[in-house]
């Protein structure tokens, strides 16, 4: 089994910058860690994902260019830098994690292991 444990939510103005971190811990291999968000009254959605070697990262068109994902395996950690943010950036934001290598996009079926989430707050 893996644990994910998300910090660095919060609340922020339009224009400002957050990053969010996501520890795991277990003795299952990881390759791929990545974010998925959902925001009030809509389905969790696809943002980010990253391979082992960082070599590959995939985006939602929605953040591409605003948001940065990374990843330190010495501490198993993936981060979410968002810049640029928007009030419509406002969600849960979780962290995901998948034994396997993805090669694009991910849905949420893709997933073998979840956060509980962190909550991000843009206000305008």
């Known amino acids: 089994q893996v644990q994910l444990v998300e910090s660095g939510g919060g609340l922020v103005q339009a224009g400002g910058s957050l990053r969010l971190s996501c520890a795991a811990s277990g003795r299952t291999f990881i390759n791929t860690m990545g974010w998925f968000r959902q925001a009030p009254g809509k389905k969790r959605e696809f943002v980010a994902t990253?391979?082992?070697?960082?070599?590959?990262?995939y985006y939602a068109d929605s953040v591409k260019g605003r948001f940065t994902i990374s990843r330190e395996n010495a501490k198993n950690t993936v981060y979410l830098q968002m810049n640029s943010l928007k009030p419509e950036d406002t969600a849960v934001y979780y962290c995901a994690a998948k034994s396997l290598a993805v090669h694009g996009t991910t849905t949420e079926g893709d997933i073998d292991y979840w956060g509980k989430g962190t909550l991000v707050t843009v206000s305008s």
């Open positions: 990253i391979n082992w070697t960082g070599s590959r990262t």
